[in-house]
Every structure is written in C-alpha cells, then in structure tokens.
C-alpha cells in the first residue's frame, strides 16, 4: 500500500487584484491605426487594420492563444483609401474583413467592401462591394448580415445592415437622426433586433430600436428616437447578460446602464477606478458567457495606465491596470466563452503602430486560477480524453492524458491543471470566495497538479499537489527496503512564495504554513519541510502530531 500524501497549507494576508499594475506585456503587430479584433472558438484572435499609408493599406493578422506574434500576417488587396476602423467577423474557418474605402477609379467614389478568406486568413479574396457608410461601429447580425452605424456624417447618424452572402445595399440606408449625428453605437437587442445609441455635439444620447415591420434599412421601421441624458462616448455590448451602454458622465467617471426595453435605459452604475480616463479612447465587449470586459486608458502621476474591468451583473466589478508605455488609444478587445481573449490598440507613437495585449480572466473560485510566467519556462498540462476500443457509444472506454504546452505571459487555466516549473517560476493567482479578492503565490523547482474546493467554507484553500518522479529508486536491489536504505535522494520539490491560503501536498506530512517562503521535498525517506520565513504547522501523517516549524528550521516526516 502506498504512504499517505502530505499537506502543506499556507496562510498569510490576502491580496485585492488592484492591489498594483499587472504586469502583462504588450506585443507589437505592425505599423497602423484603429483596429478590430475577433475571436473564434478556439480563441485565436483575428486582427485587422488601416496603415499609416497614404492611400492606408489593409492589413490582418491572425494571433493563437498564447502567442505574441501573428502567425499569418497579409495585406489584403485593396482600392482607394481608408480612414475608418475596419470590422472583422469569424465564422468557424471563414473570416471577413469590412472596410469602408473611398477613392475609387471606377464608376463609384466610394463603399463598403468585404473581403472574404475560406481559410482562416491564409488568403483572402479580391472583395465585394456590399453597402455604402463610413463604419464607425458594427455588430454581426441579425442573421447573415452585419449591421453598420456611422459617427459625424453629413447627412446625419446612418444605419445600414449589409450581407453576408451575396448583394448589396449601396444607396439603402435608414438615417436614424439629423440633430444626433455623433458616436453611433450597435447591438442586438435579441437575434433579430438592432439597438443604435447617439450623440448629440453636447454628448446628450438618444435611442432608436428596430421594430421588426419592414425594411431593416429604411427608419420609418424604427422606433421614435428616446432620451437617455448625458452619456459621452457611449458603447454598447449585447449577449447573454443583456444588453448595456458605457459611457463617460459630466465628472470623467465611467458607468454602466441597462437597457431595460420600451422604458429605456436604467440608472447609471459607476464603474470604481474608472474615472479621469481617456474616455475618447474607452471600450466595452461582452463575452459569449455574458462577462462585461471594460477598457479605458489612464495617464497618472507615475505613467500610462490601461484600466481592465469585469462584471458578470454590471453591478459588482472586479478591475486591475496594466502599466506600460505609450498610452493606448483607439481600444478594442475580443474574448471568448472562457473570458480570456485579446486586447488591441493603436498606440499613441510615431509612427503610429498596432499594439495587443493577451486579456486573462479573473480567477473564479473551484473553476479556474490565472497564471504568469515569471522567469524561465513553464508548462501548462490539461487533461485530454481520448478512446479506446472503438467508439465510445460502441463499448469503447475512455482514458484521458495530459497535453503540455509553454505558458506564454498570462493564461487563465481549469482546476485541475497541472504546471511544470522545473525550469522556471509561476505566478498564480486563485480566488479566495469573498467578493472580487484574491490570493497569490510564486512558485517553481517543481510539477505540480491545481486543485481547489467550490465550498465557499473552504476560504479559497489552493492545494498544490507535488507531481512525477519515481520512488522505485528508493528501493533496494534485493527488493526489500528498511530504514537504513532509505537515502536522502530528493525525488520531487517545490518552492514557494506566496500569501493566502495554498496547500502543498507532498507523500509523508501534512503542513499547514503560516509563513510566506517555503519548500516542500519529497524524499526516499520522508517529505521534508523547510520554511525561510514565518512559520509552519506540519502534520505528519504517520505519527499523527502536528510539529511548528519555525523560519530557518525544517522538518521531515518520515514514510516508514
């Protein structure tokens, strides 16, 4: 029979996610301005620009998960010129890319064009002419469109929903105001039912709703423009959680606001931290899972500051800054079920250049934990299930393995997993289940499985469990083992540096840490802890006793 496990347990002052800027590193992804970025199922991350060109080039960039370069990277065979934000929609391996051009030689001035790849941005086609107004923001749908609103056009703020698939609605559009012209904003109220917000010069918002009667292009099929107050540079993101403005108030703070239907809009609901912002430069998404993901740039006392906050209510937000320089404008951000995605943005250089950002979620207690690298390599290991024996439905029985793969900056990771640190240090971060706080610790020198309780009783308790090795070395060459044999041969460790309440589980002792810096070694003989600072209640297993073990001192519990 095996030797009972070990524990060690570390308990020390609990850490708020805002505690400080986060340290995620942005990545360069070429020269250009305002971009657009979407995700698919697989959270590769597809990008699409303007140069800095004139006339501006087209450019798209196709990033996976975890990377922090383009793995494709093209200019798509373009007419004319650009000053608008392209629009990028993923549709398994289709991706296409909007662009409103003008300068055309032929019998048009200028449209929409779509350019269409069937191979996931390998290549993309010569394009299609499909509508006509200067895109200032878009939403897929409903259905096989995509639905375009305008800012600043002569005429007044343009509504146009183009297709997909085949046609085109140059010269129909529904002009939704001639005194709101401004900062128009997009997104479906349900699968069939567009919402646009505007902006008068004075930032006073109004909106319309598609009332489902006729033409979608034409506004006498829209509701009569409604009030909604003062609400500067608003944006709208719909999905499962509703649909919700952002916007800016007459004090430069960020807030939130519910659509609630034919009344309007709800209260106002401040975002905290987000205020004294680049607002002009603000953005809001929601993921499939229905988790609000805000953006705004800041420039404080101590340097450029991008603000990143989450919210599964519009209520309760949990937000962390990202410190690095230049300021990021022109921000966009795509995330995918499991809230982790990419943030983009044109930063604030000349030339002007394309910026991006891995966004990683914040841990959710029982369910996930983030990770950094801090130096060297790390691996990630999640457990893949495969078949045996034939289809499962057929009699054949599962088993499951584990897929390593480098931990690239920062990844939001599944309970369960499992790191290896032999060769460098993580960074993890697990929530604690009180409110948006959190807990974190360094670790290395070690693999190591994640585990952590959904009980909110358990306070977040992270159990690190020491991985690999073989003890068969341990034994003797006759095939009997005694206590004399037994060497001093480590067969697996891990070092830690952490505050909050994580458990190291080793093979002889259980240890409850009271300090912050430790070590937790498995042996032939035994599991050995040391402690460097603070203090630590190991239980041993074996003699059923807990020992303190102070800073400087260790002890060892031994297997036989």
Known sequence: MLPRLAVATVTAALCLLVAGPASAAPFSIGEGKVPSVAVDDSDTAYVAWIGNEIPS???????????????????IPTQGDSLTRPFVLVEGDVVRVFSYRYGFTGPRFDGVLMFTSGDRGATFDAGVLVGDVPIYDAVAGPGAT????????????LFQNVPTTGGSVVGQRALLSTDHPYLGTVALTDAATPLVVFDDGASNAQWRLYDGSGDINDAANWTPAQDIGYADYPHLAGGPSGVLLLATDTSRQLHVRRYLGATGFG?????????????????????????LHVLLPQITADGSRLFYATSDNGTSWTSKRFAFEPLAQQVRAAVGVDHSGLAVWQAASSPARIEAMELSASPELGRTVSTRVVRGTVLVGLRSATIRGGRAAGGGTFRTRIEYHRLRGEETIPVGSFLNTKRGTVELVSATGR???TQSGQFSSGLFQVLQSRKRSAKGLTELRLKGGSFGKCRARGGRASAAQLSRRTVRRLRGNAKGRFRTRGRGSAATVRGTVWTTTDRCDGTLTAVKRGRVAVRDFRRKRTVIVRAGKSYLARVR
Do not use: H, K, W
């Open 267 to 291: 209260a106002a609901r401040p975002i905290p931290g987000a205020q004294n912002g680049e607002s002009a430069q603000d953005y809001m998404t929601q993921d499939p899972g229905g988790r």
């Open 435 to 437: 409110a948006s706080r």
């Open 146 to 157: 995509v639905s375009l609103v305008t800012s600043a056009v002569t005429q007044g703020e």
């Open 57 to 75: 080039s087209l450019n798209f960039c196709r990033i996976p998960r975890g990377a922090t370069a383009c793995d494709q990277r093209t200019t």
